[in-house]
């Protein structure tokens, strides 16, 4: 079978539809072209751009099962992700060609009248249906009431300016990727509310037997990005939790100096995890080389589970 680098029609990508989806895919198309590479957008639709219903209820791999389908049947060459919608879960046909470099990973809050987190009285609405969001907020103790919140970010943002909630919070890679960057009141910094494990980062895929097409797309690959997101989500499938855990993960390529004074790099790992009603936060820390970036985020997982971590984490 001849494969899509091989042949002469472009590198067909399939991405979901929505305004988000498509902005990022055709990034990837444009880097693939510009590196020589004609490539095109397949769009796949998905039970999670058809339904309203929380992703809680519908299911983990909504978004990326039909797009792994999609390219096991041929219908494209190439999957594009927002990686923190992937299970944990291994798929051996299927190769993690590249992660290209990530943008911001926090959440952001977008409020009426732009007022930060500290700002907003007690009783003010905020949306989010993701119970890591939820938990960290109530956690903050500031007498929020938490609304859920569906849709595509365009609608997320309307119902703050059409006065139904006082704010949302969201991942501000979303709004950067689509433009609306602007309108985000407070980028909220980990220590207040940790970010989902891998938020802003891409996962590009194909089928690992496709050698030819796995060595284009490794062009795109940022080994910083991707070794923070594999300790990040290495945590996740330690604590057997799902996308919807309320788990959160933030790790960064820092500079270390050693003892003679050489600069070296080095992965540093922050993880929690909190109660529900907020009741609880469990967090942790950890430094680590940037080559075992996977037992990093696994003995994190380990330490958080001696703190007591199970109790909040519903299995997957
Ligand atoms: N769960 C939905 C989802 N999946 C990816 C993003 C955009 C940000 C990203 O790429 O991490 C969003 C929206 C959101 O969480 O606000």
């Known amino acids: 079978m001849p494969t899509a680098a091989s042949s002469d029609r472009p590198i067909r990508i399939g991405t979901r539809g929505s305004k988000l989806a498509t902005t990022q895919a055709q990034q990837i198309a444009d880097r693939l072209i510009a590196n020589g590479h004609p490539a095109e957008l397949v769009i796949i639709t998905t039970a999670g751009d058809t339904s309203t219903a929380p992703v809680a209820q519908i299911g983990v791999g909504v978004f990326t099962t039909a797009i792994r389908l999609a390219l096991r049947d041929g219908e494209c060459d190439v999957a594009i992700h927002s990686y923190k919608d992937l299970p944990t879960a291994p ?13 911001d990973p926090r959440d952001a809050l977008v409020s009426r009248g732009g007022m930060v987190l500290g700002e907003l009285p007690s009783g003010s609405t905020i949306g989010t249906s993701s119970p890591r969001r939820a938990a960290q907020l109530r956690a903050q103790g500031l007498g929020l009431e938490i609304r859920p919140l569906r849709g595509n970010l365009d609608s997320r943002l309307g119902r703050v300016a059409n006065g139904e909630l006082d704010a949302v919070v969201v991942a501000r890679a979303g709004l950067v990727r689509i433009g609306r960057a602007d309108e985000v ?26 050698a030819e097409l796995v060595r284009i797309l490794a062009e795109l690959d940022d080994p910083s990005t991707r070794a923070a997101v594999d300790a990040e989500r290495a945590v996740l499938a330690a604590l057997e939790a799902g996308c919807t855990a309320p788990v959160g993960a933030i790790a960064e390529v820092v500079e270390s100096i050693d003892s003679d004074g050489r600069i070296f790099a080095e992965l540093s790992l922050r993880a929690g995890v909190a109660a529900e009603d907020g009741s609880d936060v469990i967090r942790a820390s950890a430094v680590g080389p940037v080559e075992r970036a996977a037992q990093l985020g696994k003995d994190l997982a380990a330490e958080l589970l001696e703190l007591g971590a199970a109790e909040y984490v519903p299995k997957a």
């Open 91 to 103: 798929e051996p046909d299927l190769a993690m060609a590249a992660v290209p470099e990530r943008v």
């Open 185 to 210: 009141s407070e980028a909220l910094d980990p220590v207040v509310m940790l970010p989902a494990p891998a938020q802003g980062a891409l996962a590009v895929e194909c089928l690992s037997d496709d």
